[in-house]
């Protein structure tokens, strides 16, 4: 059964608002969010494994206070477990391992814990066709066309189901070349036989500049970013906070093998998307109206799809065209990872306050819930 607002709200009721702590499991942005948390003068938690536990105390300013192992992320979901995060008055703050490891659907129906934001926004994001509804059908953003693999007969990327971080993003011009780039895949160990088995989902190569546009709303703050405004009430306001690039393996380093795509081949190298890091990057000034307008658009349409809509950190994954229009392909609905360039500001954060960072401005939107007493409204 769905964990309702009400029922979050009713945690929240219980807890100590001077002891609050902020949580997140160790992977993704965690640093990020723990030392801005600990800037603002949280308590920190983190839910770890073994292995990676040493990297998450090797940082005193975003060492956490207290850290709970864990064998498989999927524990966090055992009622004792969550009992001892209720205990400790944790506000989890998601990123993309905490939506991937513990799964958007089980987060929606079986976490009883207050989430920063709002958790339908992790739903809506895990799943392509959703994605779609909220970005095409409601935001009115151009997203790449998609159609079937017997269809293809143009430069095309094959995704695989629930992939994350491109994991097994295939570029093909035609039904051959997709099982030639699978098969490729597997044989590499790049794809499982698992893998393969969902559904596949064929897009439109889009050419032009990638934009992993960042974004922060906030419902308390009104001394930064732009007003937003939605039948008839504030949904907070919208702040560009950043922006990166990913880079991508092996594809963003492939032209150092001095070769064309035939004599790729030839010496079996496959183009591949799999995420393995960020670049900083800033837009072209004119651009920040279109920008602003689609983050606008996209906070509008989450309102109308999940009432109160998102709030808080997320990123609209674009291609800029070579006729300045954007196209979205993805939507995170809450940290990014590219956010973790900007640990001491970014050129955006830095005009608001220096130094700023998105896990500083999530924890201060907690500080300020817990001020106003309305931590129910950032929080779900
Ligand atoms: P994603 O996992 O959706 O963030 O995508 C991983 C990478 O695949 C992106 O950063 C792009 O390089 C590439 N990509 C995804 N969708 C498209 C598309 N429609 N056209 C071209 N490249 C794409």
Redesign the pocket.
């Known amino acids: 059964m769905v964990v309702e607002r009400d029922d979050i709200s009713e945690i929240l009721k219980d807890y100590d608002k001077s002891e609050i702590t902020i949580g997140t499991i160790g992977s993704h942005s965690a640093l990020q969010i723990l030392s801005g948390a600990k800037k603002e003068g949280f308590k920190t938690l983190n839910m770890v494994t073994k292995e990676r536990k040493e990297v998450y105390n090797a940082y005193p300013l975003a060492r956490p206070d207290y850290s709970l192992e864990v064998k498989s992320y999927k524990e966090i979901l055992d009622k004792d477990f969550q009992l001892k995060l209720t205990e400790k008055n944790v506000v989890i703050i998601p990123h993309g391992s905490f939506v991937e490891y513990v799964g958007a659907e089980n987060i929606l129906n079986d976490f009883h814990v207050p989430i920063f934001g709002n958790r339908e926004s992790l739903v809506w994001e895990a799943d392509r066709s959703k994605q779609r509804e909220w970005l095409e059908g409601k935001a009115g953003l151009k997203m790449?066309r998609e159609f079937k693999i017997d269809e293809i007969n143009n430069l095309s990327?094959v995704?695989l189901h629930g992939?994350?971080?491109?994991k097994g993003?295939a570029r093909a011009r035609n039904p051959k070349e997709v099982s030639e780039s699978l098969e490729y895949m597997k044989e590499k160990g790049l794809i499982s036989e698992e893998d393969l088995q969902g559904d596949l989902t064929v897009?439109?190569?889009?050419?032009g500049a990638?934009y992993y546009l960042h974004y922060f709303l906030s419902k308390f703050s009104d001394d930064f970013g732009v007003p937003v405004y939605h039948r008839g009430r504030r949904l907070g306001n919208l702040l560009l906070s950043s922006i990166d690039r990913?880079d991508?393996t092996n594809?963003d380093d492939i032209h150092r093998t001095g070769l064309n795509p035939e004599e790729l081949k030839e010496v079996g190298i496959v183009p591949t998307?799999t995420?393995a890091g960020n670049i900083p990057l800033v837009a072209r000034e004119s651009l920040l109206p279109k920008i602003y307008k689609m983050g606008e658009k996209t906070v509008e349409a989450s309102d109308d799809l999940f009432p109160p809509g998102i709030n808080g950190p997320f990123c609209l994954?674009t291609?800029c065209r070579p006729n300045l229009d954007f196209v979205v392909?993805?939507i995170s609905g809450r940290i990014v990872a590219g956010t973790n360039l900007y640990i001491s500001g970014s050129p955006y954060l830095d005009m608001v306050e220096e130094g700023l960072s998105t896990g500083r401005l999530i924890a201060r939107e907690i500080k300020k819930g817990i001020e106003k007493d309305k931590l129910d409204e950032i929080i779900y």
Request: net charge negative.
């Open positions: 790449p990327i995704k992939a994350k971080g491109g993003f897009q439109e190569y889009i050419d990638r990913r991508e594809i998307y995420v994954e291609f392909f993805e």
